[in-house]
């Protein structure tokens, strides 16, 4: 459903991705993983058209995306959480989520000033998905809460909230796990399993490689902004130029904690 | 007369760096929409005219004076209307900033009068300076233009080369952070607003001098072309505001001298300039803009 | 009292009753600028203003009642003027009006004081459309192009100036007489050299006085208010430029001299008062000036004065009501204000003598005087 | 009507909604939106002028030139908010003060307003062929008010006013949400320049004189002041803070203050005025009305803390609320 | 040489820290584990003088609470924060100088730390130049710790230092942070990689919904259930 090839996109002198080459099958888990600075939140933006690359076409169910603006590209269905969260803090959380199901609505202004029965409906609407969304995250009754004042974990939740409010083909999570315990990890893992059950395609970058071994199809590893591995978790993780680049030397503890998953 | 006109555009440009330069610390650097520097500048006016006429100070002293009371002034503005801001919407320091100036034009309207009136007598004779046959400029205007180059080289110097220069960018970047550095960021945020204020004074005082006027409100103007330097330089660059004043003047200059009828006048044309600068480098002529997400 | 002060509220038929005595004090309005960028000039007229109708009340006011001068900020702001001169019709049932203010102020009020039946006197403000609001508004000060007319007379045909360089304020002000002053210079046979407009609040003209000097002109005509041209006599003299310095009433204040130093010497300028005339109305007006405020009256003090004399003898002859004052108003002849005899014209313009004034050894002198219509 | 109520009294009133207006327009663009301008006056500027030279130039309808005017002020302003769309959201407070001096200057320079004489013998408002007395003009601005704010209200509350508020906070986040930012920062500046429009238009038959100094810096300032004192964000909030700080000056005329020399009265005035926007910005930084907090939990004001994302965020130096 | 005794932080109405009592003795180094919004942050923040508490805090036998923040560090705390703070617009370099800030150090001085944390981190080395904004996520936390260490600290709170970080710079700083325990540097560690805080730490604290629920040594708690279950990820 999507398809990357060739993508780069330089800082300066700085080549942060070098000609990657990805492609997303309908309805799998991918993993993306890497050292720090290898790409890939560079590579997320540019599939969101915030970064246009300097080289390298995407295609997004068929159609070219690399050089839309991002916003048609979610309206195209193709949502993402920020690595470094971004929620309106000041406002609820059910008003955060909300803003996710902005593409898939249509009401303008007039209908808004007039008081059409359309506008209402779909008002209607969208409060409803919300909260359905909220529940699904798991943050049933916060609704009212300002983002903000969340623990670092649910405000991760609140993203995937947004993210996902519209139902989006592909959902793009930019480490979300990060900052979890454990117990969460798991509570996350099943979460993202359950959204690929309702028919929703996921890209994951993560560091937990206990995580991602264990919930990915398919795993693609950047180094350097480039790839240099795609396929299976267990047969990527095992090769030497990823554990040399990103596991560090195999490790009791490593393992043991990867383990425990 | 073009040469004749360009010098004129560069002193002019020189006394928009020389009000600029106090600006690019608290605004450039601080990131603080400082509405009051205009004030400040008239300040400083009024101390070195109050330090001659009522304390018969010497001029170098009411000088000194001037800069000492602007200091001051800055820094009791910073703690009293800005201070308690922080973390607001920087509009809000906008809005507290424009009260200030407000307050303290018309209050300088009741204690000195709402008239113009002459600087007092300096000693130092008004003389002319010929560069050639045709091109010419007073001596005010050099000791202008030293000073903007004083002020530009003293904010170099305690941006790029002292420890405070290097907190103050941190404490606007992230106030948090800094203090937890170590950062007093209150006492770093005061010395910028004694800097960039007793900055602001100099200015006053010789603009003062050199046109030999100053009057309560004489600030206003002078503090929003400051801001157009800032701007145009983008914030925070010494390159930029040497540039951004030069280009102001240089513009005012060259439309005064050579174009009549225009449907905008001189002013105008400076913010046109800014505008279309700021369309083609969003981030002003030296400004980076750098983001991450 | 004569029974013409019958009631102090006229226009207002249902608010007239028994409350209005004779010797009930009479309100007289004034607005203009006292805040914000013009208050000297504001403080200054209203100042003047109020000292007409000190000496009026002292010399007995009218028979008997005291007249009260009611002064409202108009901030320098149009729409201010409107509040304050319908604050002054609404509340304080003032039975006529000084202009104090400056130009737009003036006319946005010029419109409701006719619509109000209330009489104006404008004191200075020069936009030539002030006084076509109606026969209730004149005005004391000769209207812009007058002086602009003076000028190039006395220019061309005294000083036999051929090459006229002129520097105008980019207001009303500044664009009316300007204008008439180069039709008439053109139609004598002189030649504008340069013209460029600034900016009020202006302070560095380095750049316009190069190009008035590469304009090799003879005279220099600065039509604006005195802040400006000092700087500019001074800045010209700084240029080199050695043109004989030409300029209008806005120079008539005894801070032209105090900012302009001795750049200012041998300037000419046209005007309507000068305190050096004999005329003991202009001396007892002089002195009463220096024992109040200090210092000496300028050319706008005495415009404003004149105008608060007008209303005030107006007010004698018929007394408070506004439909009668506004006749004694129009019908003013010859009185002797401290800016020469005053004379309305059927367009409710003055027709008074255009004065000379010249600097000289640090001092307004005078020159000549020369009426003009 | 007149003869009831003190023409004066009205006045204030008059001027006091056609204040609200502008201000509900510049809430829309800065509470609403994030845009701050510091040179709304140039909009007002625009509808007055734009239905003067309609009404005396082109004899058009008072009524209709009024509506002609709203719609020009839209259309200008679109255009005019143009730049914002490209400059760094922290210099649009410079750009749109820019704007306004060269609007304000084309005002007083080019033929068409009149330049420095400004645009005289503006008809004025009738009804049936009987010009409307200050107390009909009232009644014209009140509804004019009315229908405002219930448009704003609306408006604000709908899907577009969500994405507005998105875009206040995080215009990154905004487009990947799938919010079209260059067509709601456009919308937004024409909808808040047409509010100012509307004001201006009413402001020119209310003046019958109009002329540059009307539409200069001090108002927009102004303006802001009123709209950030009420509070960002908040409707009662601009009405409040209008009148507040449009009645305090007011105050002074009516009431004669004793044991004050009143030759500086207006001076004292006007410090008076300067240090309640000091002392409201200070105690009550959000404004009169601003938000405090949200719903239930309370954000506390030393919440950067909380923030993950405040590098990032601290890289752009975002103008809009942290 | 910490010692928090009743420790109180409210959040308006929301009581996140209760009555926590927590020490740190010289050379240790401790952790504090909890769940997302258990109020782990909120007590680190009171620590360091960021927000208004109730209770008490001593470091080396002096009241700390109610100070201001500078003088907190000037004392000789470093914090790494949640969320990393690093200074977007300075560079690297300058970063890490803004980290010795309250050190006063000479300038060789100053270089040779530099030199060291460089060591620890080489991808810092690379990009001395680089806005500390365009670093990546992972990049940006090294360059939080390598700051915090600038200071040379007696006391160094890390606030969930591996968040973000590839496993290969985890065991790095966990290494780290043993190297510099072996120094005498005493260290408050939050973590949610509660086995790999625990395989570091002396002792350990298990803070719940703001309130202290089990303390023990680290080899102790790691084999309790309810630690294993909730924070080990223990199969359940
Ligand atoms: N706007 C930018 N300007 C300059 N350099 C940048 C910019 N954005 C990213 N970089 C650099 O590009 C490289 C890739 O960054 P990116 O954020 O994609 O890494 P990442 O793979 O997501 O790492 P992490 O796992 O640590 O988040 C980094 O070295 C970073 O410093
Ligand atoms: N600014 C705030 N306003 C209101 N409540 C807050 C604020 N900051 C934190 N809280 C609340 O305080 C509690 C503790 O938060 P804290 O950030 O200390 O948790 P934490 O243990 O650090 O969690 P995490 O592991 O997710 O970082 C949470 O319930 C949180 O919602
Ligand atoms: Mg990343
Ligand atoms: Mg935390």
């Not at chain 1, 409906?121 to 983002?147: F, M």
């Not at chain 3, 609001?133 to 000028?151: C, E, F, L, S, T």
């Given at each position: ?261 | ?293 | 009292g004569s029974g013409a002060g019958g009631s102090a509220s006229p226009a207002s038929g249902?608010n007239e009753?028994?409350?209005a005595k004779p010797a009930e004090t009479i309100k007289i309005g ?26 009026f009340?002292?010399?007995?006011g009218l028979n008997g009642a005291?007249v ?20 002054l019709v609404?509340?304080?049932k003032v039975v006529a009006m000084v ?14 004081i006719q619509e109000l039946k209330v009489p104006m006197v ?12 109606g026969d209730y508004v004149n ?168 105008a608060a004399t007008v209303v005030l003898e107006a007010l004698k002859k018929v007394g408070a009501d506004r439909e009668k004052l506004k006749q004694a108003i129009n019908e003013t002849k010859?009185l ?6 005053i004379t309305f014209?059927?367009?409710h ?25 | ?322 | ?236």
């Amino acid at each position: 459903m999507l398809k990357a090839d060739g993508v780069t996109k330089r800082f300066g002198g700085l080549t942060a991705v070098n000609g990657v080459g990805l492609e997303v099958r309908k309805g799998e888990i991918l993993g993306l993983i890497g050292p720090n600075g290898a790409g890939k939140t560079t590579f997320f933006n540019i599939l969101t058209g915030i970064y246009k690359p300097d080289g390298g076409t995407i295609s997004f169910d068929g159609r070219p995306i690399h050089a839309l603006p991002s916003f048609r590209i979610a309206r195209a269905g193709m949502m993402r959480t920020f690595q470094n969260i971004r929620l309106l803090k000041e406002e609820s959380v059910l008003d955060n989520v909300k803003v996710g199901l902005f593409g898939k609505t249509g009401s303008g202004l007039w209908a808004a000033i007039l008081g059409l029965r359309s506008a209402k409906r779909e008002e209607e609407e969208v409060t409803a998905r919300s909260l359905a969304t909220i529940e699904r995250v798991g943050l049933k009754g916060r609704e009212r809460e300002a983002a903000g004042s969340l623990s670092y974990g649910d405000q991760r939740r609140v993203e995937i909230a947004r993210a996902l409010a519209s139902d989006p083909k592909l959902l793009l999570l930019d480490e979300p796990t990060a900052g979890m315990n454990a117990a969460e990890v798991q509570e996350m893992t099943d979460l993202i399993r359950a959204i690929r059950g309702k028919g929703t395609t996921i890209v994951l970058i993560e560091h937990n490689v206990a995580m991602v071994t264990g919930l990915c199809d398919r795993v693609a590893v950047l180094v350097h902004g480039e790839k240099i591995a795609d396929g299976e978790p267990e047969s990527v993780i095992a090769k030497p130029e990823v554990v040399e680049a990103y596991l560090g030397k195999p490790d009791e503890e490593v393992i043991a904690v990867a383990a425990h998953s | 007369m073009l040469i004749q006109q360009l010098l004129n555009g560069v002193s002019l440009g020189f006394i928009y760096i020389l009000i600029a330069v106090g600006l690019t610390m608290v605004y450039g650097v601080l990131k603080l929409l400082h509405f009051a520097h205009g004030v400040i500048y008239m300040v400083g006016a009024f101390a070195a005219m109050a330090g001659m006429t009522y304390f018969h100070m010497y001029f170098a002293v009411a000088f000194l004076f001037a800069l000492a009371v602007s200091g001051a002034a800055g820094m009791a503005v910073e703690r009293i209307a800005y201070r308690p801001l922080r973390g607001v919407h920087p509009i809000t320091t906008l809005i507290s900033g424009i009260g200030v100036a407000i307050f303290l034009e018309n209050a300088f309207q009741v204690a000195f009068g709402s008239d113009t009136r002459a600087f007092p007598e300096t000693g130092i004779d008004v003389s002319i300076v010929r560069l050639s046959e045709s091109v010419s400029l007073t001596n005010t205007k050099l000791y202008i233009i030293t000073a903007g180059l004083a002020g530009i080289g003293l904010l170099y110097a305690f941006l790029k080369l002292t420890r405070l220069g290097l907190a103050i960018q941190a404490a606007a970047q992230d106030m948090r952070a800094a203090s937890l550095m170590g950062v007093n960021v209150n006492r770093v945020v005061s010395v910028t607003f004694f800097l960039g204020s007793a900055l602001a004074s100099a200015a006053g005082v010789l603009v003062a001098m050199n046109f030999n006027s100053l009057y309560p409100t004489m600030g206003a103007i002078p503090g929003l072309k400051a801001f157009c330097v800032v701007v145009l330089g983008g914030l925070g660059s010494i390159p930029g505001t040497i540039v951004g004043g030069l280009i102001l003047g240089i513009v005012e200059s060259l439309s005064d001298g050579f174009m009549t009828g225009m449907v905008v006048d001189k002013d105008a044309i400076a913010f046109l300039i800014l505008i279309v600068i700021l369309l083609i480098k969003p981030s002003g002529l030296f400004g980076k803009n750098i983001e991450k997400v | 009292g004569s029974g013409a002060g019958g009631s102090a509220s006229p226009a207002s038929g249902k608010n007239e009753g028994a409350s209005a005595k004779p010797a009930e004090t009479i309100k007289i309005g004034w607005f203009g600028p006292l805040t914000g960028a013009t208050a000297t000039d504001g403080t200054h007229s209203r100042d003047a203003a109020l000292l007409a109708v000190e000496q009026f009340n002292k010399a007995g006011g009218l028979n008997g009642a005291k007249v009260e001068l009611v002064a409202e900020d108009d901030q320098g702001k149009p729409e201010e003027a409107l509040k304050a001169v319908q604050k002054l019709v609404s509340n304080d049932k003032v039975v006529a009006m000084v202009g104090g203010a400056y130009s737009g102020p003036t006319k946005t009020a010029a419109a409701k004081i006719q619509e109000l039946k209330v009489p104006m006197v404008i004191a200075y403000a020069v936009h030539p459309e002030a006084t076509k609001a109606g026969d209730y508004v004149n005005r004391v000060i000769y209207a812009g192009p007058i002086q602009g007319k003076a000028m190039a007379d006395y220019a061309v045909n005294d000083l036999k100036k051929k090459n006229v360089a002129v520097l105008y304020v980019d207001i009303d002000y500044g664009k009316t007489i300007y204008g008439a002053f180069k039709e008439e210079a053109e139609k004598l046979g002189a030649k504008v050299a340069i013209e460029r407009p600034f900016k009020m609040g202006d302070k560095d003209f380095s750049s316009i006085l190069t190009a008035v000097k590469a304009a090799n002109p003879d005279a220099l005509y600065v039509v604006g208010y005195y802040n400006e041209a000092a700087a500019i006599v001074k800045q010209a003299r700084e240029t080199g430029i050695q043109a004989q310095l030409l300029g209008v009433d806005g120079f008539d204040s005894p801070k032209y001299l105090e900012l302009g130093k001795t750049n200012t010497e041998g300037s000419t300028f046209t005007t309507s008062f000068y305190t050096s005339d004999t005329r003991p109305v202009v001396q007892s007006f002089v002195k009463a000036w220096q024992d109040k405020y200090k210092g000496e009256p300028d050319m706008l003090s005495s415009q404003s004065y004149d105008a608060a004399t007008v209303v005030l003898e107006a007010l004698k002859k018929v007394g408070a009501d506004r439909e009668k004052l506004k006749q004694a108003i129009n019908e003013t002849k010859e009185l002797d204000g401290t800016s020469g005899k005053i004379t309305f014209g059927k367009d409710h313009e003055v027709i008074k003598p255009v004065v000379f004034m010249t600097v000289k050894d640090g001092k307004f002198q005078f020159v000549k005087a020369k009426t003009y219509n | 009507m007149d003869a009831f109520f003190n023409p004066y009294y009205v006045d204030i009133v008059v001027f006091l909604i056609i204040y609200m207006m502008l201000g509900l327009g510049l809430n829309l663009m800065t509470g609403y939106a994030g845009q701050v301008s510091l040179g709304h006056a140039a909009f007002f500027g625009i509808g007055a002028y734009s239905s003067a030279i309609l009404s005396t130039k082109a004899g058009i309808d008072p009524w209709i030139s009024m509506i002609l005017a709203v719609v020009l002020t839209f259309l200008f302003s679109a255009v005019l908010g143009l730049p914002s769309l490209r400059v760094r959201e922290d210099f649009l407070a410079i750009t749109t003060l820019g704007l306004g001096l060269i609007i304000q200057s084309f005002f007083k320079n080019a033929d068409i307003t009149g330049g420095a004489y400004g645009i005289d013998s503006i008809p004025p408002l009738s009804l049936f062929g009987t010009k409307l007395d200050n107390t009909g003009v009232l009644v014209v601005v009140a509804l004019a008010l009315l229908a405002s704010i219930y448009a704003l209200r609306k408006m604000t509350r709908s899907r577009i006013g969500r994405a507005w508020m998105v875009i206040r906070e995080d215009e990154t986040v905004a487009k990947a949400m799938g919010i079209h930012t260059t067509y709601c920062k456009v919308l937004v500046f024409a909808i808040g320049g047409a509010y100012a429009g509307a004001a201006g238009a009413l402001f020119a038959h209310k003046m019958s004189f109009i002329g540059a100094e009307s539409f200069g810096f001090t108002v927009s300032a102004t303006v802001l002041s009123m709209v950030v004192v009420g509070g960002l964000g908040s409707i009662r909030g601009t009405l409040f803070g209008v009148t507040l700080l449009y009645l305090l000056p007011e105050l002074f005329r009516l009431f004669k203050i004793d044991g004050v020399d009143m030759k500086y009265i207006d001076m004292y005035k006007m410090m008076l005025y300067g240090l309640l926007m000091v002392v409201v910005m200070r105690y009550r930084p959000k404004g009169i009305f601003g938000k405090t907090g949200m719903k239930t939990k309370s954000c506390r004001a030393a919440d950067e803390d909380r923030s993950a994302d405040r590098e990032t965020k601290g890289v752009k130096e975002r103008v809009d609320p942290a | 040489m910490l010692h928090i005794r009743n420790l109180h932080v409210s959040y308006g109405s929301i009581h996140a820290v209760r009555d926590v009592s927590l020490t740190v003795e010289e050379g240790e180094v401790v952790t504090l584990i909890g769940s997302n919004g258990a109020g782990k942050t909120t007590t680190v923040n009171a620590i360091c003088g960021a927000l208004p508490a109730k209770g008490s805090i001593e470091y080396g036998g002096k009241p700390i609470l109610g100070l201001p923040t500078h003088r907190i560090v000037e004392a000789g705390i470093a914090m790494v924060a949640e969320g990393r703070r690093i200074f977007p617009k300075l560079t690297v370099e300058q970063n890490l100088r803004m980290g010795a800030f309250s050190r006063r150090a000479s300038r060789s001085e100053l270089a040779r730390d530099m030199e060291y944390v460089y060591g620890l981190f080489p991808r810092l080395a690379e990009r001395k130049r680089q806005m500390g904004g365009t670093m990546s996520g992972g990049e940006q936390q090294m360059l939080a710790i390598g700051r915090a260490l600038m200071a040379k600290p007696k006391l160094l709170i890390l606030d969930e230092p591996s968040m973000g970080l590839a496993p290969i710079v985890v065991r790095d700083i966990f290494d780290t942070i043993r190297t510099i325990r072996g120094q005498g540097l005493t260290t408050l560690l939050i973590e949610q990689n509660a086995a790999m805080a625990l395989s570091v730490a002396d002792r350990g604290y298990v803070l719940e919904h703001g309130e202290i629920v089990h303390h023990d040594t680290a080899e102790r708690l790691k084999s309790q259930d309810i630690v294993k279950k909730a924070y080990l990820g223990g199969s359940a």
